[in-house]
């Protein structure tokens, strides 16, 4: 990290490690490292908000530590559990012990017996500071956000029956949402923002190319006009990035070297997930035919 001076520096690395940014992620990226700020990524599925916290793992050679958010998470599967047979195994070995019944509640009750989840996992963490992807936050409940204010402003944990654990490391933590629902003010203000757009058609064409090296410079262009041309349609599922690369991945291995009807038929599969889009588009496709 101390090698990172600038968001020009990290803009160079990102380009290394294979991921296409520009100014204003590098700089987000810079000011979460040199801040140790948490930060909030938003924007479209798929547009490379994920991939933002594993390439950073690899670049600063550190552990990435991740929570998969989804409706109903709570404290248990996030934060921490205790290992309930093993505190039953502990009751039994001190029968007859003579020990209090408080001295017995804090023995049981001890870090021993505590299973740790992501987020105290990425605050107990030995070996440095690990990168904490905490994604799609905007899947979770509205509650859910609750467990984390004292984590993302203090990089703290408080559990009832220990006490408050502190960070070994500060995590560098990034968060996520596709924005399916607004998230707090609480949480916002507690992290550095940047959004992450549907890229230009150059953006794209240049993270194609970074992904896909040996890819035919027709093929290249004609896929990316096509993709960005649906992005401005209404359709259930606006392809992303990622899909713009399967698509690309998937034309290559099929042995197209440019597009074409039978091309795009036979594999918008990798495209779309959406039968009522992919029945659109191969009707578009199949009255062009007949024109």
């Not at 004609?222 to 713009?244: C, H, M, N, W, Y």
């Amino acid at each position: 990290m101390d090698s990172l001076k600038n968001y020009s520096e990290i803009l160079a690395a990102l380009d290394q490690h294979q991921y296409v940014a520009d100014e204003e992620l590098a700089t987000a990226l810079f000011l979460m490292l040199r801040l140790r700020k948490p930060l909030l990524l938003e924007g479209p599925p798929g547009v490379g908000k994920t991939e933002v916290a594993l390439v950073l793992s690899d670049l600063l050679q550190t552990p990435l530590i991740r929570l998969q958010c989804y409706e109903g998470l709570d404290v248990n599967a996030a934060v921490y559990e205790w290992n309930y047979q093993k505190q039953l195994l502990g009751i039994r070995l001190q029968e007859g012990s003579g020990l209090s019944v408080a001295e017995k509640e804090k023995h049981i009750f001890g870090t021993d017996y505590l299973l740790k989840r992501p987020l105290l996992q990425s605050i107990t963490h030995e070996g440095g500071s690990p990168v904490l992807l905490i994604d799609e936050l905007d899947r979770s409940d509205e509650e859910f956000e609750a467990f984390l204010l004292e984590l993302l402003s203090a990089f703290q944990i408080s559990i009832p029956e220990i006490g408050t654990i502190k960070a070994t490391h500060k995590p560098y933590i990034i968060l996520t949402s596709n924005r399916t629902r607004e998230l707090s003010d609480a949480l916002k203000r507690r992290c550095l923002y940047h959004w992450i757009d549907y890229p230009s058609l150059d953006k794209e064409m240049a993270i194609i190319r970074k992904r896909l090296p040996d890819i035919e410079n027709e093929l290249l262009t004609q896929v990316v006009d096509f993709v960005q041309e649906l992005r401005q349609r209404k359709l259930a599922k606006t392809p992303g990035i990622s899909e713009t690369i399967d698509w690309a991945e998937s034309l290559m291995a099929l042995g197209y070297r440019e597009l074409n009807r039978k091309a795009i038929e036979q594999s918008l599969g990798s495209l779309l997930k959406s039968v009522d889009d992919i029945r659109l588009v191969k009707d578009e496709v199949a009255s062009i035919r007949h024109e």
